[in-house]
């Protein structure tokens, strides 16, 4: 990861409904702990869907379970981006035990896209997020 940068850490609880029939954390909710956070990044630099119709897309998303997650726990999930594009950015994650911080207990990734909704095309990253990620 020597290309990527720290660019959002949240904390969250895992909740009970988060896990499934073997008693541990459903795969599908590790998407949705990367999501959580990838929001939270975008509302504290201020970006979301513009009134012209622009905003991001996530066009493709990984994760590798490395440990089991179980409730009740209180996770980290720290966000790194790599060097941003013409129209999108790579962004990976990392989720941890906030008691056992030095554990990676999955890890992802996501492709955010830039698009217009209505064309349904790609479109340049907006200078604010261009400037959050190139000013670090």
Known sequence: ????????????????GDMD???HV?????????EQTR???LEVIGVGIEADGLGPVIVNAHCSFRRQLK???A??????ASPPGRSSVETTYEIRR????EIIYADGGAKIV?????????VPLPESIRQTLTGL
């Not at 996770?75 to 790194?80: A, K, L, W």
């Not at 906030?98 to 911080?101: E, F, K, R």
């Not at 830039?114 to 790609?122: G, I, L």
């Open 1 to 16: 990861m020597t290309d990527k940068i720290l660019i959002h850490t949240s904390r969250m609880d895992v909740r009970w």
């Open 21 to 23: 029939a073997f008693n």
């Open 26 to 34: 459903n795969n599908t909710v590790y998407f949705r702990y990367m």
């Open 39 to 41: 929001i939270e990044w």
């Open 71 to 73: 409730y009740p726990a």
């Open 75 to 80: 996770i980290e999930v720290r966000m790194y």
């Open 98 to 101: 906030v008691d056992q911080p």
């Open 114 to 122: 830039w698009v217009n909704f209505k064309q349904e095309k790609s």
